[in-house]
């Protein structure tokens, strides 16, 4: 007769052994979740800093490195809110683009020149919540609604300044725009463009992972049917995370404007969108919603801003800088579907 305690034996270390390997790839998951895409930003560093003889580890680089992430980061900030609810918000470009003009507009005035910023800021939240509540109300899809409001607020962006550029050399809070914070005098200082985007990227954390509609947001993008029937407004949510996006824009339009002294409703927030949604997909958020993280946008947003910055300090042309950021985003479309197909099989 066979030995079954023996047979027993001997497939104890077997069943051991592939729990074991289970473990280990289950941890390594966690841990390239956790890393996201830090290490191809650390990657991207160092190749730029031996490709360009040791220019890119300078201060004055790595300032001008935080300014060019600072804009795509807040307006990737709000496109985080939209594409974690499934959606897209194409239209925030021109949104930047229109409320840079309506606050410089409104700097020129004597008497209200001191409320250009508020009112950048809300002129973003107006086309914001005018977006969601199409979509959220009229159930129109995201992609048509954004994509007509693309066109639509470029046009009223170029009537706000009569299609022409609008200067302001003496706007108020200048500061924000060229202006650094100083963490260690003579030594260590932070621009205060990098500051606002570091503490809109921390408020938004907070919403996200620290309250109730935080929660929603992720509901509405894992099953919008599923959280209607939970009880989850679903169209209150919707019209919050638009308008959060409308509102991140025109806060971008203020630091733009506050940058360059000037706003073309032509020229200023062209494509735009495209580099928030790069760094929102590239930062790990799923664009069939409900997975992703506001730190990974970060992530997202800094290794645009390094392979722009890196491509010029190397000598790349103009043209190829547009093919290989092309290259980008179709690479962060691709890698969100493994992404998916990963999930599927796990």
């Known amino acids: ?18 729990a074991a390997a289970e473990t280990r790839r289950q941890r390594m998951r966690v841990l390239i979740s956790a890393l996201g ?4 930003l650390l990657i991207l560093c160092i190749g730029f800093h031996f490709l360009s003889e040791g220019r890119f580890f300078t201060g004055q680089n790595l300032g001008i490195v935080l300014q060019q992430a600072a804009v795509n980061t807040v307006l990737a900030a709000g496109m985080t809110f939209v594409i974690l609810t499934g959606g897209i918000d ?8 229109a409320s840079a003009m309506a606050g410089l507009t409104l700097s020129k005035l004597p008497e209200l020149g001191m409320l250009w910023l508020p009112a950048s800021v809300l002129t973003g939240l107006g086309f914001g919540i005018v977006n969601g509540a199409l979509i959220a109300l009229l159930r129109l899809p995201p992609f ?26 003496s706007i108020p809070y200048a500061f924000i725009g060229n202006g650094s914070l100083t963490l260690v005098p003579g030594v260590a200082s932070i621009p205060w463009l990098s ?28 099953n919008e049917s599923a959280a209607r029937l939970a009880g989850i407004k679903v169209w ?18 203020a630091m733009q404007a506050a940058r360059l002294y000037a706003a073309n409703g032509l020229q200023l927030g062209q494509s735009y969108e495209l580099d928030a949604i790069t760094a929102v997909i590239l930062g790990g958020t799923s664009f069939v919603g409900g997975i992703g993280s506001i730190w990974g946008t970060l992530v997202g947003a800094l290794i645009i801003a390094v392979l722009s910055n890196g491509l010029i300090l190397v000598g790349v042309s103009d043209i190829w800088q547009y093919v290989i950021k092309g290259l980008v985003i179709i690479g962060a479309v691709a890698l969100d579907r493994y992404r998916l197909q990963g999930s599927a099989r796990t």
């Open 1 to 18: 007769m066979p030995d079954n305690g023996a047979a027993e034996v001997k497939s104890a270390p077997t069943t051991t052994n592939g």
């Open 37 to 40: 895409m830090l290490p191809v």
């Open 90 to 97: 194409l239209s925030v470009g021109s949104i930047l683009a």
């Open 144 to 169: 048509i609604v954004t994509l007509g409001s693309l066109t639509a607020v470029r046009g009223l962006a170029r009537l706000l300044g009569a299609d022409t550029t609008v200067f302001n050399p």
């Open 195 to 222: 500051v606002i985007a570091l503490l809109v990227i921390v408020i938004s954390w907070l919403v996200l992972r620290r309250t109730v509609l935080g929660v929603h947001i992720y509901a509405v993008g894992g």
């Open 236 to 253: 209150a949510v919707l019209i919050f995370v638009y308008g959060i996006s409308g509102l991140f824009a025109g806060l971008g339009g």
